[in-house]
């Protein structure tokens, strides 16, 4: 498994045999279960896979956990070396922002709502940082998970509005066994906390079952997320959604699909979840 800090290095590495696949993971380190399911994909789909980690101060405002964000990269690497990954790119700052660097890559609409609304710098940290993996690594393929359900249309839209020959391919949520969806930001949780956590994925499912019972009112299905978070004396609500899967506008009524979606702090920890819901799908 190389190891490579510079960009440099990177397309050395990359370009010695150009007739073989590439796949790549974006990620910013703690590695969990969840990351190594999108490794995994990788391996099976691509002659070589890629993984990078790195903490995009990009994408966190001022107020955010940019230097709590948990790291530990020597045991990354040494899950990555199990997994057979080729190449892990692990630039610093400087390398992905040079001094006087100016250019972001802006996705308007749908980085609007739902997380773009709590978090208006996210997503433009988030595809510029993408933008630039993808012209240094080139990849055939990369992989996003299902948890972070907006920046995978956020990235789809970019993809396709920049012709990026890029394929996403989008992974299913892992949880932990109370069904709290794996994410680094788990590990900052105390005891407690840990165990309030999972309200999120509670009132995403009771939405969903009720969606399946025959509630089609958007505003009733939201009700049933809030009125849940509320009974965790330890979950403080951000916004639950109940939004068009593709424009991620809120609906009024639920005809055939939604994304279920939403956020909560337990402590200072954001925890976010979603569920996409589809008639004839359960
Ligand atoms: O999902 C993440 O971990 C990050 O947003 C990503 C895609 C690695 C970009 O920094």
């Known amino acids: 498994m190389k ?51 790195f903490v995009n ?17 020597q045991r990354d690497l040494s899950l990555l070396e199990q997994e057979e990954v080729d190449l892990v790119f692990v630039p610093d700052d400087s390398t992905m922002y040079p001094p006087r660097s100016q250019t972001f890559v802006i996705v308007s609409e749908v980085a609007q709502p739902l997380e773009g609304a709590s978090r208006p710098t996210h997503f433009r940290g988030v595809t510029t940082v993408v933008a630039k993996l993808f012209n240094i ?4 393929r990369a992989y996003f998970g299902q948890k972070d359900a ?31 969806a794996m994410s680094s930001r788990n590990e900052r949780l105390l005891a407690s906390q840990r165990l309030a956590a999972p309200v999120l994925f509670r009132a995403l499912t009771a939405a969903e079952s009720a969606f399946f019972a025959g509630q089609r009112q958007a505003s009733d299905l939201r009700q ?29 009524v639920v005809e055939d699909k939604a994304l279920l979606s939403g956020a909560i702090f337990i402590g200072d920890v954001r925890l976010i979840d979603n569920i996409p819901i589809e008639m004839g799908l359960i």
């Open 3 to 53: 190891v490579c800090k510079t960009v440099d290095e990177i397309r050395a590495y990359r370009w010695l045999d150009p007739r073989q696949s590439w796949g790549l993971v974006p990620t910013m380190g703690f590695l969990h279960e969840g990351h190594i399911s999108l490794v995994r994909r990788a391996r099976g789909e691509n002659d070589y896979v890629a993984v990078s980690i």
């Open 150 to 180: 907006q920046q995978v249309v956020v990235v789809q839209r970019m993809i396709k509005d920049l012709d990026f020959n890029v394929e996403l391919v989008v992974c299913p949520i892992v949880r932990e066994s109370d069904g709290l």
């Open 224 to 252: 049933i997320m809030i009125a849940e978070i509320e009974r965790e004396p330890l979950a403080r609500l951000d916004y639950v959604s109940v939004a068009n899967p593709e424009t991620l506008l809120e609906l009024d």
């Open 137 to 140: 690594i080139q990849p055939q």
């Open 57 to 73: 101060p990009a994408q966190f405002a001022p107020h955010e956990d940019l230097q709590a964000y948990p790291r530990n990269l």
